[in-house]
């Protein structure tokens, strides 16, 4: 299950995606919008994404953590539109046989989604507002997510 919606997340469909009889661990991950960046007092994001290549691009992380990680099943669902603080951007599901390789297909997944997959931020703040992230030919600070 790979995924681009306007409305909230859900981990619950997204760990019963990767369910099987032959994993033994589940790991997830569930990126949320919190009230501060970069010293700035934050009060929503906006996200954008070319829907079909951010599926495509997803779908394909998923084959390289099962290929690299050695996980069973991998599920991403990404939010687009306002996410207010507290509410989740992205999610993430891996199942494997055990948690190592579970964890560690989790990791990847994030990092390589945050890395190729084109969707766009943009932080509303006290004052102003800032597209974050890898488009402004950039790597993401630190402190972004």
Not at 58 to 63: K, L, P, Q, S, W
Not at 116 to 145: H, M, R, T
């Amino acid at each position: 299950m790979f995924e681009v919606v306007e409305h909230p997340l859900d981990l619950t469909r997204l760990v019963a995606a990767v369910g099987r009889r032959d994993a033994g661990a589940i790991t997830t991950f569930l990126g949320t919008t919190r009230d501060q960046n970069a010293g700035r007092r934050v009060m929503r994001l906006e996200y954008e994404a070319y829907r079909e290549m951010a599926v495509r691009e997803m779908r394909r992380i998923g084959e390289q953590a099962v290929e690299r990680c050695g996980v069973k099943s991998v599920a991403i669902a990404h939010r687009v539109g306002v996410v207010e603080i507290g509410e989740a951007s992205v999610a993430i599901a891996v199942s494997a046989a055990h948690r190592d390789a579970a964890f560690a297909g989790c990791r990847f997944a994030i990092d390589r989604l945050k890395e190729i997959v084109p969707i766009w931020k943009k932080e509303y703040y006290v004052g102003g507002e800032v597209w974050i992230g890898p488009q402004q030919g950039a790597p993401a600070p630190l402190s972004a997510s």
